[in-house]
Structures are given as C-alpha cells and as structure tokens.
C-alpha cells in the first residue's frame, strides 16, 4: 500500500509541478491569472534566491520534496534541475546542464518582466488581452 502513495505522489508533482513551470512562464498573458502568476513566480524566486542561500542556488522545495519520493521508489541519478528530469524521463536523453540553468533562468527573468510590465506598466485601457 506504501508504494501506491509513492507512486500516486510522483504522478501528482509530475502533474502539478509541470502546470506550475508552464504558469510561471505564461501565466502573465492573461489578465484574470496575472496577480497569481506574480505571486508563484515570486514563491519560485524566493525559493532559489532565499531558500538556495542555505541549498544552493536555484534549490526548489517542490524537486526535494519530489526527488525524496523518487529515491523512495528506487531513483538514483537523479539530476540536479527538475527541466532535466521532465526532458530525460519520456526521452532517456538528458540535457547539457549548464544549457538547462541558463536556458531555465532566462526565461524565467523573461516571464518577471513581462509580469511587471503587464502588472504595473502597462496602461490598463490599452491591454489587447482583455478579451481573452
């Protein structure tokens, strides 16, 4: 029975800590989800930023707490950056690391300044999104 709870947590941050990178890289399009988008993008950047200061930049609670499963169910090997882990577990390839930290930061500061923008700067009459 232990193991179903494992593999019925793995399947659940799979799902969810997926949703949650492609919300923090696209939630600021629309505007019902901006305010939130701003808020998960913040918990993620306090989680690499703050949290990283004691486990090491760009530590994120929600690979630990999946990884912990993981290793549970027998995983070892498992890479450092949760972008490696979605691309190598359909694949079998796994990514440049460096690559997939640069790659993962920049487009993550990409998503922080369009959410500044769309939050902050952008005239509130103007925004073409509404209509979404």
């Known amino acids: 029975m232990e193991n179903f709870w494992l593999h019925l ?76 882990f979605l691309v190598e577990t359909p694949s079998g390839w796994r990514p440049d690391a460096q690559l997939v930290e640069i790659l993962t930061l920049v487009f993550t500061l990409l998503a922080l300044i369009c959410s500044l923008w769309v939050n902050f700067f952008k005239r509130k009459k103007n925004d073409f999104s509404t209509d979404l």
Do not use: M
């Open 9 to 84: 947590g793995n399947w659940v941050f799979i799902v969810f800590h997926t949703v949650l990178i492609v919300f923090n890289l696209f939630g600021w399009i629309f505007p019902k989800t901006r305010k939130l988008h701003l808020f998960t993008l913040a918990l993620t950047l306090f989680s690499w930023l703050v949290l990283g200061i004691w486990k090491g930049f760009g530590y994120c609670f929600l690979t630990d707490w999946h990884y912990d499963i993981l290793r549970q169910l027998g995983k070892t090997n498992l890479p450092n950056s949760y972008i490696t």
